[in-house]
């Protein structure tokens, strides 16, 4: 059984990574941070006296749980919006959910400016390049090399195969590689 102690270390290590692959998944900080905080607190309630071993993979599951009701509940709000969109003002707001991913900092201290906005413009392509892969293989990926989970760890999150993980991350991987490559990027 976890003790408060460990539930809370682990709650403290995996939100940051979670808050970044969440956004990678909904494009948009604000549900993002509520997707990661109400994943957490059904973790605590409902599994927090499970074993310390286990919280890894039951926080995945949930928070994929998570992220899927929101895109449910995102996608029956579209759907009303759009049928009674000819009824509003005809203003046609755009929105980039782009704007909305800020460049992470990282000690970057003994950098120059150029080196810091090299640096900047790399991790964007980057995260724009993850952002464009299809939604399994983002999930896979961002699991496997984000998260650091072994590969019978993410297909028992994910409700898959270990098959399959291996296909999604390769094909993650390849799409990845050759993105950046065209881009001029070798990493």
């Not at 909904?26 to 919280?55: C, F, H, S, T, W």
């Amino acid at each position: 059984m976890a003790s408060d102690k460990e539930l809370a270390d682990f709650l403290a290590g995996a939100e940051r990574r979670a808050f970044k692959h969440t956004v990678y998944a909904v494009r948009d900080d604000d549900a993002a941070l509520d997707i990661v905080q109400d994943a957490m607190i059904k973790l605590a309630e409902k599994y927090g006296d499970r074993p310390a071993a286990e919280l890894p993979l039951l926080f995945q599951r949930i928070l994929q749980n998570v992220m899927h009701d929101f895109f449910r509940r995102q996608k029956v709000r579209n759907t009303w919006v759009s049928l009674f969109s000819s009824l509003g003002s005809g203003e046609d707001e755009e929105f980039d959910p782009l704007e909305t991913i800020a460049a992470e900092e990282g000690s970057s201290a003994g950098q120059s400016s150029e080196q810091k906005l090299e640096r900047e413009q790399v991790l964007n392509l980057i995260d724009g390049e993850i952002q464009k892969l299809p939604a399994r293989q983002r999930e896979a990926f961002l699991m496997r090399y984000w998260e650091d989970m072994d590969v019978a760890e993410t297909a028992a999150a994910m409700g898959c195969s270990e098959g399959s993980v291996k296909t999604h991350c390769s094909r993650a991987t390849h799409t990845l590689a050759a993105a950046l490559k065209a881009k001029g990027i070798t990493l």
